[in-house]
């Protein structure tokens, strides 16, 4: 039962990184919106979160396979294919000539995968509470047989 307590807690807090990452995201473009930032600077701070971001995600949908967590597995299935096509046709950096054009798809998209990082944060802090108190509740089972 330990190990199922550490996998919800390395899952919160990769989960908390993947919503961080794409609310910096988000802010970045906002702010290049709002004439904050140029294309040059907004485009290189997300582009330096691009990758990180695909393997965390890629990462925590094989932990979800490894340990047989097919519901946590299915739910984070698509936007790992969706971040395997991208890499794939070479389409996931944001390209600073051509920033301004598609700033309402990219804050869309943004938009959508902080929903999406939200849903599983929420599922994995609910599945860490439940894990917690099984854990605790079964090493106090535990003690009272001494």
Known sequence: MAWDLFLWILSFFVSL????????QVI????????????????????????PEFILQGSLCVLFLITWHW???LV??????????????????????EVFRGISFEKKLRF????????????VVF????????????DDDLLHLF
């Open 112 to 123: 959508t995968k902080l929903g999406f990082y939200i849903f599983l944060f929420i599922m």
């Open 127 to 138: 599945r860490l509470t439940l894990s917690a108190v099984y854990s605790f509740t079964e």
């Open 28 to 51: 970045c473009l906002t702010d290049l919106e709002a004439d904050y930032l140029n294309p040059f600077e907004t485009s290189t701070r997300i582009n330096r979160l691009i990758l």
């Open 71 to 73: 519901v946590f597995f």
């Open 17 to 24: 990184a993947l919503v961080a990452s794409v609310f910096y």
């Open 76 to 97: 984070a299935l698509p936007v790992t294919c969706y971040h395997a096509m991208l890499y794939k046709e070479r389409r996931h950096l944001i390209d600073v000539t």
